[in-house]
Each structure stands twice: as structure tokens, then as C-alpha cells.
């Protein structure tokens, strides 16, 4: 197992409850360790991150069939007969059966001054994930083009004053028309930084003098992945498209990227928005798959 987030400790939870003798190797880089709380995860909403990623280790540590080892796996191979090995950074070599790749993704998103502190909390890239507790107030959109315009009007469920923030970019006249019937307010202006006391936003300040109040901020991200491991292992990687900015290891229903013996979850192999919930989903699917796919022999 290569990631320990949320959907590596679901696929190791299923793994160990089916008595396969499991090994996680985890960097300890959950990307969702920035957010004061958790939002829309079913009987963990408003958890803090951290909690959960405990408490999840706890109760992997119950199954004497798993071991939890801290660790980044930088190389990836496929051996003659089945199976696989993978390289640590320090030098160590372990080799399995199965792997499920369940890393996790690092998110890129514009590096304005003031948008690293407050990243996770009134900076956010998931409105299902954080809109709730922004909600209400004075919200804005930072992106531009069809993603933009989808964005702002799905925003709509959580405040009545958004605004797009395009940052210099341009919109069609069709997208304008879309946004003004929306009641969503357009501001095309380049942004210089983000302000306000602490992890709170206050105002958008812009590049040629002049700011907007905005309470809070979604922002248009990519997931990319964190290493060549898939690639090196033999699954296949599709690029991001303009909707969902998502650059994830293809897999099908049940988590299986085609290659014998190789799963993967979470973040780094969705196809649907990226979420808690969607991550311990499918994590439970691709450690279920692992367990099928050991039983037939791979």
C-alpha cells in the first residue's frame, strides 16, 4: 500500500479484514491536512483532519496482519513471474503481490501573495468540502473561461454575492451573459494579493490599485500526480482537462488499472470530484479488488 490518507488506510482496513498480510508505506503528505475540519464525510464531518488519520491508524494497528511504515516510494518495477517491487529514499527495497497506489496529489493553484495561509480554510478548491462554513458570505471565484463561469454558478447554493475573479483572464459574451442572468458579478481585474487578519480573508486586492471585499475564496486547482510511480509500474496516467483539473492513474469500477495486481485510489485515481468520502469509497473497492485479485492468483 503506498499512501496512508484516506482511501490507503480504507484499502488497508479491507485488506486487513480479509487476513492479507499488509505492508503501508506512508510520506505522511495528506493533502488535506491544511483544513481545520473535514466536511461531508458521514460520521467524521467537522472532524480535523489530523484526528482522522489517527484514529484511522489506530484501528489498523488492531490487525496484527498490517504494518504501518513511514516512508516515500520514489521507484516503481514489475518482476518476471508477478508481482512488483519499489524503492524507498533511503535505500530500502520491499516487494509484494499486489500494490494499491493510493498517494495522494499535490494541488497547484496560483501562487498569489496571501493564498498559502489561508489555503484550506477561507481558500478552498471544494465547495462540498468547505462550503458550508463560508457560507453566506461575500464569496469569490478565481478562474476564468467555462470553469469559471461553472463554478461561480454552482457557488450560488452557499451565498447570494459571488463574484468571478478571472485575474486578468477573458470571457466570452455568452459566458457573460450566463454569469449576469445568474446574478453572479464579474471582475476581470489582475490580482495582486489576498488580505485580512490571521487565515480570514477580508479583501482582494488588485494589481492596479483598488480592492473587493470577498469573505472567502475558491480557487481553480490541478491535481497532479507526485511521482513517475504509476507510470513506472505500467498504468496509465490521463492529463487533466479543462473540468476536471485532474491528472489521475486510469482505473475502472473496481479501482483496477489494468495491470495485474495494481490498484489505485483516492485523489491520485479519481474521475469524479476529489473528496473524503469519494476517497474512502473507492479505497474500499480497490483493497476489495486486491482481495479478489489475490485469490486468483495476482
Not at 488519520?53 to 518482476?79: I, M, N
Not at 457573460?176 to 480570514?200: F, K, T, W
Amino acid at each position: 500500500m503506498v499512501g496512508a490518507g484516506a482511501a490507503g488506510m480504507s484499502a488497508g482496513l479491507t485488506l486487513a479484514r480479509a487476513r492479507r498480510t499488509t505492508l503501508i508505506i506512508d510520506a505522511g503528505r495528506q493533502s488535506n491536512l491544511a483544513a481545520p475540519d473535514i466536511g461531508g464525510l458521514l460520521g467524521h464531518d467537522r472532524r480535523a483532519p489530523a484526528r482522522f488519520y489517527a484514529e484511522g491508524r489506530v484501528e489498523l494497528a488492531a490487525y496484527p496482519c498490517v504494518e504501518s511504515r513511514p516512508g516515500e516510494v520514489v521507484r516503481g518495477e514489475r518482476e518476471e513471474g508477478g508481482g512488483f517491487a519499489v524503492t524507498l529514499s533511503d535505500g530500502r527495497r520491499e516487494q509484494a503481490r499486489s500494490i494499491v497506489l493510493a498517494p495522494g496529489t499535490d494541488y497547484r493553484y496560483p501562487r498569489l501573495p496571501g493564498m498559502d495561509e489561508r489555503w484550506g480554510s477561507s481558500v478552498f478548491h471544494c465547495p462540498f468540502c468547505r462550503g458550508w462554513e463560508v457560507s453566506d458570505r461575500p464569496l469569490g471565484v478565481l478562474a476564468d473561461g467555462a470553469v469559471g463561469v461553472h463554478g461561480a454558478l454552482n457557488l450560488r447554493a452557499w451565498s447570494d454575492r459571488i463574484t468571478l475573479l478571472t485575474n486578468g483572464g477573458e470571457l466570452t459574451e455568452e459566458q457573460r451573459a450566463r454569469l449576469a442572468a445568474g446574478g453572479v458579478g464579474v471582475d476581470e481585474r489582475p490580482i495582486a494579493a489576498l488580505d485580512g487578519p490571521g487565515a480570514e480573508l477580508r479583501t482582494v486586492v488588485f494589481a492596479g490599485g483598488g480592492e473587493l471585499a470577498i469573505g472567502a475564496l475558491l480557487v481553480k486547482t490541478i491535481l497532479r500526480q507526485r511521482s513517475s510511480l504509476a507510470g513506472d509500474l505500467g498504468a496509465t496516467v490521463i492529463e487533466p482537462d479543462e473540468m476536471l483539473s485532474v491528472e489521475a492513474i486510469k482505473v475502472d469500477a473496481m479501482q483496477r488499472t489494468g495491470v495485474p495486481g495494481l490498484y489505485a485510489a483516492g485523489d491520485a485515481a479519481t474521475s469524479v470530484p476529489p473528496s473524503m468520502a469519494a476517497a474512502v469509497a473507492s479505497g474500499y473497492l480497490a483493497g476489495a479488488s486486491a482481495v479478489v485479485g489475490l485469490a486468483a492468483g495476482y
